[in-house]
């Protein structure tokens, strides 16, 4: 079992920046991929930021250039470097890992944290 620990979330004026980070734990080299989810009320969960082992990123369209998602591979910390962050960025943010790069694919998440709020005023 793993456990992911986010923080670095709060609030913080369009334009600006927020730097999350998911401290996992437990069984952590079963993880190959570490990414990040985002949720508004009412809306489902959105990918914003993937990275796997060996060094391949995504992004969701909306983020791309503002956003930077990186793993330490050693101890399998993930990171979400957030700049020019927008009103329509405010949720909450969930670190999620993935074992297989087949359960990534297909977006079976393993793992996720308990997520942590970015709210982003104007």
């Known amino acids: 079992q793993v456990q992911l620990v986010e923080s670095g979330g709060g609030l913080v004026q369009a334009g600006g920046s927020l730097r999350l980070s998911c401290a996992a734990s437990?069984?952590?080299?079963?993880?190959?991929?570490m990414g990040w989810y985002r949720q508004v009320a009412g809306m489902p969960r959105e990918m914003v930021a993937a990275?796997?082992?060996?060094?391949?990123?995504s992004y969701v369209h909306s983020v791309e250039g503002r956003f930077t998602v990186s793993m330490d591979n050693g101890n399998k910390t993930g990171y979400l470097q957030m700049n020019s962050l927008k009103d329509e960025d405010t949720a909450i943010y969930y670190c999620?890992?993935?074992?297989?790069?087949?359960?990534?694919?297909?977006?079976?998440?393993?793992?996720w944290g308990q997520g942590t709020q970015v709210t982003v005023s104007s």
């Open positions: 990275a796997t082992n060996g060094g391949s990123i």
């Open positions: 999620a890992a993935w074992t297989t790069l087949l359960s990534f694919i297909q977006r079976q998440v393993t793992y």
């Open positions: 437990g069984s952590i080299d079963s993880i190959n991929v």
